[in-house]
């Protein structure tokens, strides 16, 4: 079962550049979620989606954008790398409501 | 704003110890706590949940967590710990309505020795 997949595991980009890390999941969930994990800060949400075609800011969406035009992928856009934008990025789905959350393995990036 | 507060960012233990990861949360009102962990490269995975009923849940894999609404707490427990559960431990909330949107605490890493 593959369940999140994200792709790059890891990426590296100089300031200014833009690219997208790519989120895929195979379980038919409705909601899907990105986080940013930094040493000492936990996990913050960046974008969410409650569905296909709906997006929302989490905590942290500055330099960040989304879309969501299928069930199956949500991509996370950084259009302008920034240093502040080194982090590990996680993606995740899961059912509606309280429902537990389905992570992906992570991609490191980082912007130099 | 709802907010989780992990005390301890570090938990040093040796093999076969009990153990007690802290987390306390901020509410008035109905939440939803869970308590994720992170092995190293790797995503995060649910541990364990309390929606509703019982106020003690349990996984599989021996850590039980009790919700104190009193005390606004959700505190991890494992009465003997093992090398391979050397990880790091998150604990989130959400409350009715948000949509499984979490807020996560800043982690305990938990480092267990011989």
């Known amino acids: 079962n593959a369940g999140v997949t994200q792709t790059p595991k890891f990426q590296v980009l100089k300031t200014g550049q833009s690219m997208t890390l790519q989120c895929a999941q195979d379980?038919?969930?409705?909601?899907m979620s990105w986080y940013r994990q930094d040493p000492g800060m936990g996990l913050r949400l960046i974008h969410y989606s409650v569905g296909a075609g709906i997006t929302d800011q989490g905590e942290v969406p500055n330099g960040y954008n989304v879309s969501r035009s299928t069930t199956e992928d949500f991509p996370l856009r950084l259009l302008s790398a920034a240093p502040s934008q080194t982090s590990v990025y996680f993606c995740a789905a899961g059912g509606r409501y309280n429902s537990p959350l389905h992570f992906g393995n992570g991609t490191r990036l980082t912007v130099t | 704003a709802q907010s989780v507060t992990q005390l301890d960012s570090q938990v040093p233990v040796f093999e076969e110890a009990p153990v007690e990861l802290r987390c306390n949360y901020s509410?008035?009102?109905?939440?939803?706590l869970f308590w994720y962990v992170q092995y190293p490269n790797q995503g995060l995975q649910l541990l364990l949940k309390?929606?509703?009923?019982?106020?003690l849940v349990e996984s599989i894999n021996g850590f039980e967590a009790e919700f104190n609404k009193s005390q606004t707490s959700f505190h991890l427990r494992k009465p003997s710990v093992h090398i391979s559960d050397t990880a790091e431990y998150f604990c989130a909330v959400t409350y009715t309505g948000t949509a499984s949107k979490l807020t996560f605490g800043t982690g305990t890493r938990l480092q267990v020795t011989l």
């Open positions: 509410s008035s009102v109905s939440v939803y």
């Open positions: 309390y929606l509703s009923g019982s106020t």
């Open positions: 379980m038919n969930h409705e909601y």
